[in-house]
T-cell receptor
Framework: RKEVEQDPGPFNVPEGATVAFNCTYS??????FFWYRQDCRKEPKLLMS???SGNEDGRFTAQLNRASQYISLLIRDSKLSDSATYLC????????????FGKGTMLLVSP | GAVVSQHPSWVICKSGTSVKIECRSL??????MFWYRQFPKQSLMLMAT?????????EQGVEKDKFLINHASLTLSTLTVTSAHPEDSSFYIC???????????FGQGTRLTVV
């Protein structure tokens, strides 16, 4: 099983829709979790951290489920500008601390 | 968010030459820097994790003698692609983290083309 897994998509949604992505991780010792956004041919940019109690930032909500070992990202009222690839990242310590990324989920928001 | 600067943003080099890429954290001390490679339409692939003052830890399949990583200070890490070949052409991205367990911030990436 891969360390961090995401559905590659693409998720095609109309403007205004609500869309959710999940990201599963295999290492139960994972310590911290993040969502990043990557536009085509650009570097990833931090979208939000994922806290145990959940985290909301405007139209974006991130949640963590440690029991089932997944994190989720919910986007409400999708905008055209939300079209991008969304990467989850998991911080794991296994002798040394590293940040492992999923392969990303592509979102396409259409008019 | 914190600022990470990567230079150069693009480079074209001849096969057999070496290319050095710099990654600097501009407004924080980066105890850890990560180097990734991304081929077109593919995901980020972690190449190595580098802690300041220590040898980098390379991921399986990444040749440490070909991809030399130096992290001599808390604000600078370099990746040198030695004896580059066309198959090394890719998008190389660094990221930097201040404290273990916190988020990492990315440089702008370097698009390397080996001809």
């Amino acid at each position: 099983r891969k360390e961090v897994e995401q559905d590659p998509g693409p998720f095609n949604v109309p403007e205004g829709a609500t869309v959710a992505f999940n990201c599963t991780y295999s290492n139960s010792a994972s310590q911290s979790f993040f969502w990043y956004r990557q536009d085509c041919r650009k570097e990833p940019k931090l979208l939000m951290s994922v806290y145990s109690s959940g985290n909301e930032d405007g139209r974006f909500t991130a949640q963590l489920n440690r029991a089932s070992q997944y994190i989720s990202l919910l986007i409400r009222d999708s905008k055209l500008s939300d079209s991008a690839t969304y990467l989850c990242a998991v911080n794991v310590y296994s002798g040394y601390s590293t940040l492992t990324f999923g392969k990303g989920t592509m979102l396409l928001v259409s008019p | 968010g914190a600022v990470v600067s990567q230079h150069p943003s693009w480079v074209i080099c001849k096969s057999g030459t070496s290319v050095k890429i710099e990654c600097r954290s501009l407004d924080f001390q980066a105890t850890t820097m990560f180097w990734y490679r991304q081929f077109p339409k593919q995901s980020l692939m972690l190449m190595a994790t580098s802690n300041e003052g220590s040898k980098a830890t390379y991921e399986q399949g990444v040749e440490k003698d070909k991809f030399l990583i130096n992290h001599a200070s808390l604000t600078l890490s370099t990746l040198t692609v030695t004896s580059a070949h066309p198959e090394d052409s890719s998008f190389y991205i660094c990221s930097a983290r201040g404290t273990v367990g916190t988020e990492a911030f990315f440089g702008q990436g370097t698009r390397l083309t080996v001809v």
